[in-house]
């Protein structure tokens, strides 16, 4: 079969940190090569689409903003369409809080009667905090947003906690799940990534690390899933999931091969 379309994961996938992971760029000249169109979809809700393009100018990839897709431009989307008018009360980063302000979304502070709460990675996240969810999520009113359900991030060295595990310390002191979960697997990101490819799902292919998040997406729309063992996901995990990959590669680097495989 030949593809048309491929969603490609960020951290874990094409980078870690600011470094480019070995073999990542010679599988994207083989996407390139191959004539596949391209997204990136990354669960970072801090940043914009034109950040990243300075993050892949700095290890030597040259990427445009329409070719990027993260948990916070999912998450504005969502909450333009469904709660457009409500007073937003951001337990995050200031990232966030531009690309939710940017988007004609209003952000006020747990004082001032907020409509909902949006959880997101916070470095600053501490129990006064907790607090203020709590207080706010007592009100059965409030609606309850989280930015993406991953609760650890790859990084340089080790991986750290990320949205999850905020959006989870509060969703248990609270003792109430979320409205909605954003980034992937969610409904909204797998309509933003299809838009911007242009093509059917069956013709797309969907490369990441994560199984509950990269692997789902392409699973619950029909396209051909491949996880890359270069992120968070080992061999261990991956026998013990329930969520089961269409192919397994070592890196990227092999993504080449196994599209010259599948032309057959």
């Not at 609606?143 to 595990?165: C, K, L, M, Q, Y």
């Not at 979960?181 to 969907?206: D, F, N």
């Not at 690390?209 to 270069?230: F, H, P, Q, S, W």
């Amino acid at each position: 079969m030949n593809f048309r379309g491929v969603v490609l994961d960020v951290d874990g996938t094409v980078v870690r940190g600011d470094e480019l992971i070995p073999g990542a760029g010679d599988g994207l000249d083989a996407l390139a090569a191959a004539g596949v169109k391209r997204v990136f979809v990354s669960n970072n809700p801090t940043k914009p689409p034109g950040a990243y393009v300075d993050r892949f100018a700095g290890v030597g990839l040259e990427v445009s903003p329409e070719e990027v897709i993260t948990a916070g431009s999912v998450t504005a989307r969502y909450l333009r369409e469904e709660r457009p008018d409500d007073d937003l009360f951001v337990v995050g980063e200031s990232g966030l809080v531009d690309i939710l302000t940017d988007a004609g979304l209003s952000v006020v502070g747990a004082d001032d009667s907020p409509d909902a709460l949006v959880a997101s990675v916070d470095h600053e996240f501490d129990y006064d905090a907790m607090c203020q969810a709590l207080w706010t999520l007592s009100d059965e009113s409030v609606g309850f947003v989280g930015t993406d359900p991953d609760v650890v991030i790859p990084a340089v060295g080790r991986d750290v906690p990320g949205s999850g595990a905020v959006i989870n310390a509060i969703a248990g002191v609270a003792e109430r799940e979320p409205d909605a979960v954003l980034g992937k697997p969610s409904e909204t990101a797998r309509e933003m990534a299809l838009e911007r490819l242009g093509v059917p799902a069956a013709s797309v292919l969907v490369v990441g690390d994560r199984l509950n998040t990269d692997i789902a997406l392409g699973e619950r729309a029909g396209m051909t899933t491949v996880l890359v063992k270069t992120g968070v996901t080992d061999d261990a995990t991956l026998a013990e999931s329930s969520v089961t990959p269409d192919y397994v590669l070592d890196s990227l680097g092999e993504i080449g091969g196994l599209l010259d495989e599948l032309a057959e």
